[in-house]
């Protein structure tokens, strides 16, 4: 029962891998576009 069980979680690691890479890889597309557009000019002390 144990050989059944290391497969399900075996295969279940390799099915959730590759899809919380995709994730992320979506998710870091508009972080970069928000960091350019943070980039504009600020008024303040230093600036």
Same mark, same amino acid.
């Given at each position: 029962m144990?050989?059944?069980?290391?497969?399900?979680?075996?295969?279940?690691?390799?099915? #959730?891998?590759?899809?919380?890479?995709? +994730?992320? &890889? !979506?998710?870091?597309?508009?972080? #970069?576009?928000?960091?350019?557009?943070? +980039?504009? &000019? !600020?008024?303040?002390?230093?600036?």
């Amino acid at each position: 029962m144990n050989i059944y069980l290391f497969w399900i979680l075996f295969l279940a690691l390799w099915a #959730i891998v590759p899809l919380m890479i995709i +994730k992320g &890889k !979506k998710d870091e597309s508009p972080k #970069i576009n928000t960091s350019q557009e943070v +980039k504009t &000019k !600020k008024k303040g002390w230093f600036s």
